[in-house]
């Protein structure tokens, strides 16, 4: 009697640590279902919309003009020739005016645009041929999550020597990705940048 005793504890025991078990994967299945869906929740929460700006310069003007730019979320900004690429933006084409193209031009985008503000800037590098005073198309656009385009600005600016940078846009988008607020008021980004790194604002070729 002890022995059928002790084999019916032993089976109850048995029956139990199966429960536990059971329910502890139970839990662990459960828990992985609800971090899985909330990363599938923050995923489709993107804001959608994109961005693109296009800077061109004449030919003949030997000069590096480059693109700097800032926007929200931005997580190593400024963009720009050093840092090409960061979260959410970056740049596509980066020229030094070197004659390896018909055209002098660089291309940048942002996406999954976020509210706050955006700073856009054009820079005289350099130059070889002292072709000063350049003229720098600038066209901004950006596409909401409502596939409407806006047009932020299509004008061109006047580099006129070595260093010079100038502020082509500076806006403030909504939670709606509508446009609140535009201004030239410079802010400068080679400045802190150049600063920051023990650098000149500009002089010579890369």
Known sequence: MRTKGLVTTLYAENDLLKSLLACFFIAVALLLAVEHKK????????????????????????????????????DACPVMYANLQARKGWIGRDDTGNGVSLQNNEN????????????????????????????????????????RTHTVTKETFVLNKTGDEITAARFVLDKNQKLVSQSKVFKSLVGPYKKAQGEGTGGYFR
């Open 108 to 147: 940048a985008m942002v996406y999954d645009l976020a509210p706050g503000e955006y700073v856009f800037n054009i820079h005289a590098w350099g130059e070889r041929n002292h072709k000063f005073p350049v003229p720098v198309f600038v066209e901004i656009k950006y596409r909401d999550k409502e596939n």
């Open 39 to 74: 990363a599938s929740d923050e995923d489709s929460q993107t804001k959608g919309g994109n961005l693109s700006v296009y800077i061109e310069w004449p030919y003949e003007h030997d000069v590096d003009v480059d693109l700097w730019f800032e926007y929200p979320e931005c």
